[in-house]
């Protein structure tokens, strides 16, 4: 490779959108519910009881939609789908950021800009550490330092420093997925370890038997239709009303991210009514 081609890689990788999904869960526990994003990933473990979903592609990468709004959209669907938190970790050449997403509650977020100045809400830390059981005084504390200004430190610093602190809680990202990195050497990384395993769509009929098995014994399995529980239908038709103007909402705008919510809440709540009208009534 002549220098003018290294230096033009080296200038590529410096601005290329890079993206992780890390969720509170197994690596079991996150397989079968992945795949209702629809995107081909790359899922293994990230320490002690959590997971890192690396995308093998996305929107951004042709420029359709932005890094931050897809992974917004993705951390959504899925944390609404299941019952442990989703942790959405993006970068871009302009920002980092991250998105917590927890059930139906609302998504709190934090953005730095490139150079690492903190560009977010200050509660935002502090609503981070209650979703995710932090120390609310030492806990707190460290995340509170990363909203404070640091020469020392870029957008993607700001992030591996999010990371150290989480690390209190067992997360353990693997040799190379490093906030900063490009997408393939991301993808590299995943592949690279012994457990990894792809995720991809296998269809509706594989996501029924897929969701059964992921919410039976979870704390939300009453309020799912297989459960016999009388607010199931409820929770299944508020899904659907809700994924209905969302997924509207995504395609009027063309946020693939916001469009995956939606579809995943229709989805999910669409399979639940079909279940509970072809349950056997006592």
């Given at each position: 490779?002549?220098?003018?081609?290294?230096?033009?890689?080296?200038?590529?990788?410096?601005?290329?959108?890079?993206?992780?999904?890390?969720?509170?869960?197994?690596?079991?526990?996150?397989?079968?519910?992945?795949?209702?994003?629809?995107?081909?990933?790359?899922?293994?473990?990230?320490?002690?009881?959590?997971?890192?979903?690396?995308?093998?592609?996305?929107?951004?990468?042709?420029?359709?939609?932005?890094?931050?709004?897809?992974l917004t959209g993705w951390a959504t669907a899925l944390a609404v789908g299941a019952p442990w938190p989703v942790l959405a970790l993006?970068?871009?050449?302009?920002?980092?950021?991250?998105?917590?997403?927890?059930?139906?509650?609302?998504?709190?977020?934090?953005?730095?800009?490139?150079?690492?100045?903190?560009?977010?809400?200050?509660?935002?830390?502090?609503?981070?550490?209650?979703?995710?059981?932090?120390?609310?005084?030492?806990?707190?504390?460290?995340?509170?330092?990363?909203?404070?200004?640091?020469?020392?430190?870029?957008?993607?610093?700001?992030?591996?420093?999010?990371?150290?602190?989480?690390?209190?809680?067992?997360?353990?990202?693997?040799?190379?997925?490093?906030?900063?990195?490009?997408?393939?050497?991301?993808?590299?990384?995943?592949?690279?370890?012994?457990?990894?395993?792809?995720?991809?769509?296998?269809?509706?009929?594989a996501a029924v038997g897929a969701d059964l098995d992921v919410v039976r014994g979870s704390r939300l399995g009453r309020y799912l239709?297989?459960?016999?529980?009388?607010?199931?239908?409820?929770?299944?038709?508020?899904?659907?009303?809700?994924?209905?103007?969302?997924?509207?909402?995504?395609?009027?705008?063309?946020?693939?991210?916001?469009?995956?919510?939606?579809?995943?809440?229709?989805?999910?709540?669409?399979?639940?009514?079909?279940?509970?009208?072809?349950?056997?009534?006592?």
């Open positions: 490779m002549s220098t003018e081609e290294f230096q033009a890689d080296a200038r590529a990788d410096a601005v290329a959108p890079g993206a992780l999904l890390l969720c509170r869960a197994l690596p079991e526990s996150v397989a079968p519910v992945a795949p209702l994003l629809r995107e081909r990933m790359l899922l293994t473990r990230a320490g002690e009881g959590w997971s890192v979903l690396v995308p093998e592609g996305g929107p951004w990468l042709a420029g359709v939609d932005p890094v931050d709004r897809v993006w970068w871009d050449a302009d920002r980092a950021g991250c998105t917590l997403a927890s059930g139906f509650r609302r998504p709190v977020d934090y953005v730095w800009l490139s150079g690492g100045t903190p560009a977010g809400e200050d509660e935002a830390m502090r609503t981070f550490a209650a979703r995710l059981g932090l120390d609310p005084v030492l806990g707190l504390q460290a995340l509170e330092r990363l909203t404070e200004p640091d020469l020392t430190a870029d957008a993607p610093a700001r992030l591996r420093g999010l990371l150290d602190v989480l690390g209190r809680e067992g997360v353990s990202l693997p040799a190379g997925l490093r906030p900063g990195e490009p997408a393939h050497r991301l993808r590299d990384a995943a592949r690279a370890q012994p457990d990894t395993r792809t995720i991809e769509w296998a269809g509706w009929r239709p297989w459960s016999g529980d009388p607010r199931a239908r409820a929770l299944a038709l508020t899904q659907v009303a809700a994924g209905l103007p969302l997924t509207a909402w995504g395609l009027r705008r063309r946020s693939g991210g916001w469009t995956a919510a939606g579809a995943f809440l229709m989805g999910h709540g669409t399979l639940g009514l079909a279940y509970d009208l072809g349950r056997p009534r006592d």
